[in-house]
């Protein structure tokens, strides 16, 4: 058996959008459309304020929730984990939209693109790839997984901060690096766990580790720094 | 970790279920069946847009279209894999894209109206060459004016206009100075304008502060030597000085929000903490600075061994406690003779022609002024807005927790008193002597100028170069009365300009060009993209992007040469820059022909073969085998001769032969005084700090509000402006403001605003944050005009002065006028109607 994950660690990642970019060059996805995507969030308030980053993509869930939602039984678990949704049989339902805890799947009725009708970069190479009106998501670079090859986002994460392979294999990249973080204290965690999916996709790290000191802000806080570890 | 990661193959029990992904198809060849042999051909290049960073990528072409682009991750030294961002990786939206430039362009209307005509490169070419021949002989060649960017990442194509320009006589602008990257902080002090380590040795730092340097989003192919070498591996503790809450702050330690312009300030601060703590490394500061040369009281000038009658006006002297008495300084190098040990603090009485002259150490000078309360950390508070105990911490950590490293950014450079500002951070790094080991240094990373070879050979045909005048004057329309006599301001002013692959229309500075614009017989741009530069223009003429030409690139990032090659033909009818240069020539002046008779692979060898010691051996063979390391030592810590070799400062500035830089260091130490009249007309002898905005008009003094300019994640200055991939991520220009100065306003978040001075006005949208300062607004530079709700891009940032101390010498990109933009004060109201 095998369990394909990703890991994310949030320390290295400094929310670029590599990821979501190279996403799109490799899968081809329309405007508005976007599988892998980074959050940019601000939490609290100035001059005591971080800024955030969280990368989210489909987390691949063993107890898929988009799995069991599709009336057309058109979502599949391969033997590997990876959760695909067929485009022949799907009926664009957005029964699995509706259903994915994580916002992670997108159907949208109609298809804009990025170039003039006539480039054949789109119009002969992108355009032809992707069936319209059905529900979309990140499937992992399956074709890419198959070939040996890691994901798209993984290979072109300029800070190595997505780590890809089989949870199952105790040598495979993403194991040796779990244990590894964890003998730093470094425990993995899964986003939004309480939502009960089992998700394969992982995080490690603070999302945002500053602090911020001003003379306002020292005032204010009668001269006393403030924690302000993890959000 | 390498990237593409072997591991079992599962093809046999998987690949009949890859028909379920959401493309039906695998990249490379974007077919139902995978290509035919030879129908993909997978091409390893490297890109070269103003970021500089030259990324090495491998793209997979089918029927000349581009299917696939990923990092080439092939970089012989590990920890630079792989390299890229978004902007690089989304190149296929521009070069497919809906702006590129299909024919020469012919302007029908008046400038600016948007009526051309599309014209045979035939016709286009004739009609340039006629005008230019025309200005040629009423005027002289120097009345036409070359300004393309960036030349330091295009060797050979870039280089090829330099080369028609030199031949020519035409004048020639670098823009590296009007870009106002030119840090004359780092001239004044060390004499070359900005000196790096190549960006792997961040990773072994373990105390990094990064000043008005937003890294995570301007090198994001660098930043990893931050995030996982120096921080994950390496403990390392990263600050982050910037009045916004940056992409780079998401990864610092400690963000320390400061008011803008006052960062100099800061710095003399830090400096005290070092002194009163005792924290200065002596030994450095006696070897690699002017501390120890004594400064005469009757005329403010350094002693000389010729005021004393025994040497040369170029040997400086010293008082040596050991012997007690004056002693000449090495000329050659850094290294002081045994047993010396320079006086610092105490003055001295000597006899010059006959009479006694007071004689001080710099250091003495230097301690006068930062000892003094102005810089005391309780009263720099006041105006910096970071807490004393914060400054004292800071400044403590940075001189102890070592190897400890600055990165500065454009931000403090981008300012009238920039100079001062990066003055007092060199002054602080040279109290902690954090130079000349890895993890150790100041680096800058703005631009591109400082080539990685000598690129003499190819662009100055004979040592012939073209006449080189700052941008500044061109735009001002005729000389300072400051203005360097070196610099040949054309005898009939300028007639003729050529922009390549530059968009100044799009700059805080663009209506003064614009004016500039309107007094010439002709101007032409050459670009791949019909950006508002090419909308103003005479002629437009064509060219490929960088993924449909030859060339060499470099860049001061990391210290690989590489190839860039024709991955597609060039797109319509576009026409590469040696191309157009030559058929230039042809017409304008023929017997020039034959320097335009080489290919590019030609004047890579030519570049390689002149090129000098960092490139001795390599070959253009080993180039396109993959990326070639230059001759430099690993990992580069910058200024490696000087403090590696105790060669004396500067280091070389490339195209310019050794030795022309001493003219304005001629210590050949790191100078803290500056002994030139004028530095002393203005008080800046030593660095000091100088209020940011007290040498604005009155009334612009009087505006609430700071306004800083910083590059977009989404673009690379304006290019991407237009790109549609990076557009659909960033929708629309924003200006980021403090919720307390919107609500003073009546400003909501998602608000169509407007902000102002007296210079002009412009609109966009609200984006309210408490991620900046109050009291600061913050737009990320590079918008096209057509993308805002009205107005001119950045037109309130439009004064422009020259500081004298900028002008007392010249050297090209070296010893120039720089910009400060920054120095702006504007307000901003809510849009009603």
């Known amino acids: ?231 | 970790m390498t990237v593409v990661i072997a591991r079992p193959c599962r093809l046999s029990e998987n690949s009949h279920e890859t028909k379920h992904m959401a493309t039906r198809h695998a990249v490379p060849g974007r077919d139902k069946k995978p290509p035919a042999p030879g129908e993909a051909k997978v091409v390893r290049t490297t890109d070269s847009p103003n970021c500089t960073g030259a990324c090495g990528w491998l793209a997979t072409v089918v029927d000349d279209v581009i299917v696939d682009l990923k990092p080439a991750a092939d970089y012989p030294c590990e920890e630079y894999n792989p390299r890229g961002c978004l902007r690089g990786m989304s190149m296929t939206h521009m070069i497919y894209g809906p702006d590129r430039i299909k024919t020469p362009l012919i302007r029908e209307g008046e400038r600016g109206e948007g009526k051309w005509r599309e014209a045979t490169w035939d016709e286009a070419l004739d009609f340039i060459a006629g005008k230019m021949r025309r200005i040629i002989d009423d005027y002289g060649p120097e009345s036409l004016l070359l300004f393309n960017q960036v030349v330091g990442t295009s060797y050979v194509q870039k280089g090829a206009q330099v080369r028609m320009a030199a031949l020519l006589g035409m004048s020639f602008a670098t823009a590296y100075d009007f870009n106002g990257d030119i840090s004359m902080g780092f001239t004044h002090t060390i004499g070359i304008d900005c000196v790096e380590c190549e960006t792997k040795s961040w990773g072994y730092a373990k105390y990094a502060i990064l000043w008005s340097s937003n890294v995570f989003q301007t090198r994001i192919p660098d930043a990893k030597f931050l995030t996982k070498h120096a921080k994950q591996e390496n403990d390392a503790t990263i600050v982050c000085i910037d009045p916004r809450c940056s992409q780079t702050a998401k990864g610092s330690d400690l963000w320390l929000p400061i008011e803008p312009g006052t960062d100099c300030a800061l710095a003399l601060s830090m400096c005290q903490v070092l002194l009163r703590e005792k924290l200065v490394d002596w030994k450095f500061v006696e070897t690699f600075t002017d501390f120890g040369t004594l400064i005469r009281e009757d005329n403010g000038m350094r002693l000389r061994a010729s005021d004393l009658g025994i040497g040369g006006e170029d040997e400086f002297m010293a008082w040596d406690e050991t012997s007690d008495s004056v002693i000449v300084l090495p000329k050659d190098t850094l290294r002081l003779p045994e047993g010396v040990r320079l006086s610092i603090r105490n003055s001295r009485t000597v006899e010059i022609d006959g009479k006694p002259v007071a004689v001080t150490p710099v250091f003495r000078l230097i301690e006068d002024v930062v000892m003094s309360a102005e810089y005391d950390p309780d009263r720099v508070e006041k105006i910096t807005h970071i807490p004393a105990e914060t400054i004292r911490q800071v400044a403590r950590d940075y001189a102890t927790k070592r190897p400890s490293s600055i990165i500065i950014g454009m931000g403090i450079n981008h300012r009238l008193h920039g100079d001062l500002t990066i003055r007092s951070i060199l002054l602080l790094s040279a109290l902690a002597g954090a130079h000349g080991k890895p993890g150790e240094s100041v680096s800058i990373y703005s631009g591109q100028h400082h080539f990685r070879l000598d690129v003499s050979p190819w662009w100055f045909p004979g040592g012939k170069r073209p006449n080189a005048v700052p941008m500044h004057y061109f735009v001002l329309g005729k000389p300072t009365e400051t203005i360097n006599p070196k610099i040949k301001f054309p005898k009939n002013g300028f007639k003729g300009l050529f922009v390549s692959h530059g968009n100044p229309l799009v700059t805080e500075f663009s209506e003064p060009i614009k004016r500039a614009i309107d007094n010439l017989d002709l101007f032409v741009t050459i670009d791949f993209s019909m950006s508002p530069t090419c909308e103003y223009s005479d002629v437009v003429l064509p060219a490929p992007t960088f993924w449909e030409k030859v060339d060499l690139v470099g860049t001061s990032c990391h210290p690989y040469l590489q190839m860039q090659q024709e991955v597609l033909t060039p797109r319509y009818d576009s026409r590469t820059e040696m191309w157009i240069v030559r058929e230039l020539v042809r017409r304008v002046e023929p017997s020039l022909l034959n320097y335009f008779d080489v290919s590019e692979y030609d004047a890579i060898e030519m570049l390689l073969e002149g090129g000098g010691k960092e490139v001795a051996g390599i070959t253009l063979d080993q180039l396109l085998e993959g990326p070639v390391r230059l001759k430099v030592p690993d990992p580069e810590v910058g200024c490696d001769e000087q403090f590696a070799d105790l060669h004396p400062f500067p280091p070389r500035a490339y195209p310019f032969p050794e030795g022309v830089q001493r003219e304005f260091l001629k210590t050949g130490r790191m100078e803290f005084y500056k002994e030139e009249e004028v530095f002393r007309k203005i008080g800046e002898q030593v660095p000091i700090y100088k209020p940011a905005f007290e040498h604005l008009p009155e009334s612009d003094q009087k505006l609430p509000l700071s306004i800083v300019t910083p590059h977009s994640k989404w673009r690379v200055h304006s290019t991407h402006s237009n790109n549609p991939v990076l557009l659909n991520l960033n929708r629309r220009p924003e200006v980021e403001i403090n919720p307390r100065d919107a609500a003073a306003r009546g400003i909501r978040d998602g608000d169509p605003v407007e902000i102002f001075n007296d210079n002009g006005s412009y609109r966009l949208w609200a984006l309210v944050t408490e991620t900046i300062k109050p009291g600061v607004l913050c737009v990320d530079h590079g918008w096209w005009d057509r993308y805002l709700g009205g107005g001119k891009y950045h037109s309130v940032h439009t004064h422009q002065k020259i500081k004298p101390t900028h002008e007392n010498y010249y050297l090209p990109a070296v010893y120039a006028p720089g910009q400060h933009w920054k120095d702006t004060r504007v307000d901003i109201r809510k849009v009603t109607k």
């Open chain 1, 1 to 231: 058996m095998a369990r394909m994950a990703m890991l994310i660690d949030l320390t290295r990642c400094i929310g670029c959008d590599a990821c979501t970019v190279a996403c799109k060059q490799e899968n081809g996805t329309p405007v508005d459309v976007f599988f892998a995507r980074v959050f940019n969030i601000e939490v609290g308030a100035f001059p005591n304020v971080k800024r955030v980053y969280l990368p989210v993509l489909c987390y691949h869930c063993d107890d898929a929730p988009c799995l069991k939602s599709c009336p057309n039984k058109a979502i599949v678990r391969r033997k590997d984990g990876i959760v695909l949704i067929d485009q022949d049989r799907c009926r664009g339902t957005g029964a699995c939209v509706s259903a994915c805890p994580y916002g992670n799947i997108v159907l949208h009725d109609v298809d804009k693109w990025y170039l003039n009708d006539d480039e054949p970069y789109e119009s002969r190479f992108v355009k032809p790839r992707l069936k319209p009106q059905v529900a979309r998501k990140c499937t992992y670079c399956a074709h890419r997984v198959d070939e040996g090859l890691d994901p798209a986002c993984v290979v072109a994460c300029p800070t190595t901060a997505r780590i890809f392979g089989d949870l199952d294999d105790p040598g495979s990249p993403i194991s040796t690096y779990i244990v590894q973080e964890c003998e730093r204290g470094r425990e993995p965690f899964h986003l939004l766990e309480e939502a009960g999916t089992k998700p394969a996709g992982l995080y490690v790290g603070t999302m945002s580790e500053q602090e911020s000191f001003s003379s306002q802000h020292q005032r204010e806080q009668g001269g006393e720094r403030v924690d302000a570890t993890a959000v």
